[in-house]
């Protein structure tokens, strides 16, 4: 008897990928869902069954409540996991699941929509002892009222909207002179993309780390723990390098963060897999940032120090299965490190990048895990998340889970299109960053310019136009074979002149 | 002489075939790296040393268009080939080289290796989208290689005869 009849992955890219993986090894068939741009995507192609959800436009595919449960229902799948992003933090798709008596792999809908309000979850992790950043969460949302507590808060200070994310009607104010205006902008800014304008203040941490707590919860009320992750190099407030253990935490301070996640799942009533994630200042205080409702990119780190794996307690949460360990029975052992391989283009401002994959070489061994969305052949399109794969790294200590690191990098070849390779290796490779000296400026401080590549040397353009003419023939048999009738990049290698 | 912009750097390369494997020229340096194709896009190539130890290490190439993508020793170039007429639909004069206009396939072969010809000579015809084309000599001399028969498939830029 397997958990659910049959799984719908609301997702694409690596993560439906990997939730495959584990619903496959737990013998729970699984449905893939594909928008057009998708069809011959990797994860259309990881499930026992695909179902089209319309166009390429998210909001039309998978975005859209009525495609995806009615995918779920043509094909009878009575359990659909959200992956992360689109539909897994969304409260009221959660509710639709659970009315089509379907089971979302994830919290109940009010757990969704009490953490997406910034003010309310302040109010209630104070509440519940979770040590939020000193500021104001009122409802009084009159502006002398709130440069009334600016005031009293003192600079610099964060303007946030109470909903919404992605940096949109954030400011960072330095001085009283410049809050109402700042304030203003704020409040049309956050208008304009949630239809709300509440405002939080919070005192601005300077030089923080980004540590979080990941956590489980049954629907019995069992609520543990899975030890932190510190995911301070960041770009753009996108997590590009993240570990655990985190380099900085003493054993005293471990248990005390840990602990506040706790305390902050329980005080939501949380169920399945959830994320507490804090800003811990340089005289070791943490203050609470948000809580993720979902599965995290990251999560990979947190399964390969504990050995356990996340989507199957995620899905046996969802069938009603109490947690079958005890928080004394975790630990953490090793060091794990992930680097998230991003098609952006370096030297076009990060912008992301598309094309094919002509060439898919990822790393493996010992201690390396690789979670991908993208194989050869693959179209990357603009229309997502730019993430190709993970880089996942795990050793007895920090100094070989990142020498292992370095090395997966320095094998790890996407070609066809730009990709932040370049500066994962740097950052690898980084003294500061070997040291564990990190904060949430990391990159800007450290690898602010990049320094433009230099152009491949004499030997490997040799080495490269031997390889192509060796390739050539190949290119020229398939298409004598016939068998080249979807144009491949190889066929293409134009012969070199001979003179 | 292939012509390959790297950022700011222009090489210029070619390839020939010599009864020693093949040669590759780059600004002026020949060598014969000794490739081998492990799987699609990824090369073996190995280095031989005075002792008869050989250096060995995998790289990564492909091409799409005039893009050459290439992955070595951890970082990864792009190459831009540069033609001139590339866009002119005509085939290319220099080097005595002719090229495939277009893809397109192979529907009469007009000459054979030793074969003289007169410049603007009809040396073969490719067919693309239920067009013909008639491929010329851009000289006259004689015909030392040809590399397509007819029916084969052929990809821009790909040399089809040689004539010196």
């Known amino acids: ?499 | 002489m292939i012509r390959l912009r790297c950022r700011e750097q222009l090489h210029e390369a070619l390839v020939r075939e010599t009864s020693q494997g093949v040669e590759v020229v780059v600004d002026g340096q020949a060598s014969r790296p000794e490739v081998e194709e492990a799987t699609p896009g990824s090369f073996v190539l190995r280095t031989p040393g005075p002792d008869g130890v050989a250096r060995v290490e995998t790289f990564h190439v492909a091409r799409e268009g005039d893009a050459i993508h290439l992955f070595w020793r951890g970082d990864v170039y792009r190459l831009d080939e540069e033609r001139e007429g590339r866009r002119g639909g005509a085939a290319r004069h220099a080097e005595g080289g002719l090229e495939a206009p277009m893809p397109g396939k192979v529907i009469k072969v007009a000459v054979a290796p030793g074969d003289a010809v007169e410049k603007g000579a009809e040396v073969l015809v490719v067919e693309a989208m239920k067009m013909e084309n008639a491929l010329r000599a851009p000289k006259a001399g004689v015909v030392r290689s040809v590399a397509v028969k007819v029916g084969d498939m052929v990809a821009p830029g790909r040399v089809l005869v040689e004539i010196e």
Not at chain 1, 100 to 129: L, N, Q
């Open chain 1, 1 to 499: 008897m397997t958990l659910f009849r049959k799984l719908l992955i609301a997702n694409r890219g690596e993560i439906a990928v990997r939730v495959a993986r584990t619903a496959r090894a737990l013998g729970i068939p699984t449905v893939a869902v594909y928008s057009e741009a998708d069809r011959g995507a990797l994860h259309a192609r990881a499930c026992d069954e695909a179902v089209a959800v319309g166009p390429a436009e998210a909001r039309a595919s998978y975005l859209s409540f009525e495609r995806l449960l009615e995918a779920a229902k043509r094909t009878g799948a009575d359990a659909i996991h959200p992956g992360y992003g689109f539909l897994s933090q969304n409260g009221d798709f959660a509710d639709a699941c659970r009315d089509a008596g379907i089971a979302f792999v994830g919290p109940p809908g009010d757990v969704h929509r009490k953490m997406g309000d910034k003010k309310g979850a302040r109010r209630m992790m104070a509440a519940a002892g979770v040590p939020v950043v000193p500021g104001y969460d009122g409802d009084d949302q009159q502006d002398a009222t709130l440069a009334a507590e600016a005031a009293r808060i003192g600079f610099p200070l964060m303007i946030k909207p109470s909903r919404g994310g992605g940096g949109k009607g954030m400011r960072v104010v330095h001085r009283l002179d410049d809050f109402a205006a700042a304030l203003a902008s704020c409040r049309r800014e956050a208008k304009g993309a949630f239809g709300d304008d509440t405002m939080v203040l919070e005192r601005f941490v300077q030089r923080p780390r980004h540590v979080e707590v990941q956590v489980i919860a049954d629907s019995a009320g069992t609520t543990l723990h899975l030890f932190e992750r510190e995911c301070s190099v960041q770009r753009r407030h996108q997590k590009v390098l993240e570990e655990t253990p985190s380099p900085v935490l003493t054993p005293v301070l471990r248990e005390e963060l840990c602990a506040a996640g706790v305390a902050a799942a329980r005080a939501t009533g949380y169920v399945n897999a959830g994320t507490v994630e804090f800003l811990l200042d340089p005289s070791g205080r943490f203050y609470f940032l948000e809580m993720n409702t979902r599965l995290q990119v990251e999560h990979p780190v947190t399964e390969l120090v504990t050995g356990l794996d996340l989507v199957r307690m995620q899905l046996e949460i969802a069938a009603g299965r109490p947690l079958a360990i005890g928080q004394s029975e975790l630990r953490s052992q090793g060091h794990a490190l992930e680097a998230r391989l991003y098609a952006e283009d370096p030297a076009n401002d990060d912008l992301p990048s598309a094309g094919r994959v002509l060439v898919c070489a990822l790393p493996e061994g010992p201690g390396v895990r690789v979670d991908t969305g993208v194989a050869r052949g693959s179209e990357v399109s603009v229309h997502y998340d730019p993430m190709l794969a993970k880089i996942v790294t795990f050793g007895r200590d920090r100094a070989e889970s990142i020498a292992r690191m370095a090395e997966a990098l320095s094998r790890t070849a996407v070609l066809g299109l730009a990709t932040n390779l370049g500066r994962l290796r740097t950052l690898v490779d980084h003294a500061e960053f070997r040291a564990g000296n990190l904060h949430t400026g990391f990159i800007e401080e450290h690898l602010g310019e990049v320094s433009p590549h230099p152009c491949a040397p004499p030997e490997a353009i040799a080495a490269a136009l031997a390889a192509l003419h060796a390739a050539r023939g190949r290119g020229a048999a398939a298409s004598r074979a016939g068998t080249a009738a979807v144009p491949d990049p190889f066929a293409a290698l134009g012969g070199w002149r001979l003179s």
